[in-house]
């Protein structure tokens, strides 16, 4: 009987090695910046954290703060991903998505990785970290906000209305967000965001509503005078 031939193992080339090299070393930043913040943060203990050599650490990330903004850019790519699958998801059921915005509000802003950021956000803006750390922010939180507000707008709310409730939705769960860190984790927030849900649906269906501004625009002509001198004609 003819022995089964192994399949020989394919060695990984360079190129794979670095990647998976780099990705070890990202992802141990990542774990190490969330437990212990900048101030703490040590190249050392990150390779140490992902099993790499001191010196491949140094080779792939020769400072600390080079490591640090990959490690941000990557937290970033990935909840912006996170984002764009909820948009999706709400684009092919426009009712839900409202609760698709709640939803990524608070996995984002009530997580780690809005703590991390805004760590690093705590930098001084006029040094080099700073100032790459604010771009890394505008460079993929503000196009999150943006497909929010383009889904909203494409499901037929208007652009000003749309614009408002996805800031307030911003805005609330940034504001539990930091809460957080001056009072722990609040039960309360769901309540919250629920009530806010409310007045957002009402802000969407009146602004949608098809004689919404037909309605606006003929009582803001039934004036006093117009209205006095329909009473005396009549």
């Given at each position: 009987?003819?022995?089964?031939?192994?399949?020989?193992?394919?060695?990984r080339?360079?190129?794979?090695?670095?990647?998976a090299?780099?990705?070890?070393?990202?992802?141990?930043?990542?774990?190490?910046?969330?437990?212990?913040?900048?101030?703490?943060?040590?190249?050392?203990?990150?390779?140490e954290?992902?099993?790499?050599?001191?010196?491949?650490?140094?080779?792939?990330?020769?400072?600390?703060?080079?490591?640090?903004l990959?490690?941000?850019?990557?937290?970033?790519?990935?909840?912006?991903?996170?984002?764009?699958?909820r948009?999706?998801?709400?684009?092919?059921?426009?009712?839900?998505?409202?609760?698709?915005?709640?939803?990524?509000?608070?996995?984002?802003?009530?997580?780690?990785?809005?703590?991390?950021?805004?760590?690093?956000?705590?930098?001084?803006?006029?040094?080099?970290?700073?100032?790459?750390?604010?771009?890394?922010?505008?460079?993929?939180?503000?196009?999150?906000?943006?497909?929010?507000?383009?889904?909203?707008?494409?499901?037929?709310?208007?652009?000003?209305?749309?614009?408002?409730?996805?800031r307030?939705t911003?805005?609330?769960?940034?504001?539990?967000?930091?809460?957080?860190?001056?009072?722990?984790?609040?039960?309360e927030?769901?309540?919250?965001?629920d009530?806010?849900?409310?007045?957002?649906k009402?802000?969407?269906l009146?602004?949608?509503?098809?004689?919404?501004s037909?309605?606006?625009?003929?009582?803001?002509?039934?004036?006093?005078?117009r209205?006095?001198?329909k009473?005396?004609?009549?």
């Open positions: 009987m003819a022995t089964p031939l192994v399949p020989a193992r394919t060695r080339t360079q190129a794979e090695r670095t990647m090299t780099q990705r070890k070393l990202i992802d141990g930043a990542i774990d190490l910046l969330k437990k212990k913040r900048y101030t703490s943060f040590r190249t050392a203990d990150v390779a954290h992902a099993g790499v050599s001191k010196g491949a650490q140094t080779h792939h990330f020769p400072s600390k703060d080079m490591l640090v990959q490690a941000l850019e990557e937290v970033y790519r990935r909840t912006q991903q996170r984002a764009l699958e948009i999706a998801v709400g684009r092919s059921a426009p009712d839900t998505l409202l609760e698709q915005l709640v939803a990524d509000s608070r996995e984002f802003f009530l997580g780690d990785d809005f703590l991390l950021s805004l760590d690093l956000m705590m930098v001084d803006p006029s040094s080099t970290l700073g100032s790459d750390v604010k771009r890394l922010a505008q460079l993929y939180r503000l196009p999150v906000e943006q497909a929010w507000l383009d889904a909203l707008v494409a499901a037929g709310h208007p652009q000003r209305q749309a614009k408002d409730v996805v307030l911003f805005a609330i769960a940034r504001g539990f967000g930091v809460r957080q860190l001056i009072a722990g984790q609040d039960e927030f769901q309540q919250l965001m009530s806010w849900m409310r007045m957002a009402a802000m969407l009146l602004s949608s509503a098809p004689d919404a037909g309605i606006s625009s003929r009582r803001s002509l039934d004036t006093p005078q209205k006095a001198r009473k005396n004609s009549a």
